[in-house]
């Protein structure tokens, strides 16, 4: 049995939060693992972060954003990304590990979200050029990424809820890595992020959650259990 942490301000209308116990659990039963899972408000992460998340094996960080609590998201994440669990962002997940490595890694000082501070100089996550809320789209993958890998095919359809990203300012660090980019759309805009040397640490843009919904497992969902299931 292994437990994930499901992080976030849960919201039963929302589709990914519907989604994404079902995937999980589908996940799981194609290779066999159990499962269970808690979510976590954002308000629950303050003080000893270590106590907190460490009954758990991995930790997604969902959508859902402005969080209650942004410092306690990010917190979380860099706790993921320093110990080596197995760690997920999806949507606003991933713009908040944007967020973490721009600090930790790309040494921006006070990297700011334009959802939260439309004015900050720092805006390491800006509005899309267009709106992604409720589209589908074509994502290619990198070839030699882990997470093309994964897929085992070189495009997928994914869905979206979301009307930020990673400002093309700051694009030229996920060329250089060590958090990469893994994938990207018809654009050439960033779609998902990968860390070399990490057991599991992976962001995307769009909501491979949502494929619970449709009854199905996920290449992506399916990697990351296994990751958790596989002590280092």
Known sequence: ???????????????AHQGAPKTLALS????GIQVGSEWLHTSSLDGNLSARLGGFDGIWVLPGSPYANMSGVIGAIRLARETGRPFLGTCGGFQHALLEVAEALWGVHAPAHAEVDPHA???????????????HGDVFF?????????YGVPSAVEGYHC???LNPRFARHLEEGPFRVSAHDAAGDIRAAELDGHPFFFGTLFQPERSGLEGRAHPLITAFVR??????
């Open 121 to 135: 100089s720092n805006a390491v996550i800006a509005p899309l050029s267009c709106s992604l809320v409720e589209k």
């Open 227 to 232: 990751a958790a299931s596989s002590p280092e």
């Open 142 to 150: 990198v070839a030699g990424s882990r997470l093309a890998g994964f």
């Open 1 to 15: 049995m292994i437990h994930i942490a499901l992080i976030g301000d849960y919201n039963p209308a929302g589709k």
């Open 28 to 31: 799981a039963a194609s290779c």
């Open 163 to 165: 009307s930020y990203g």
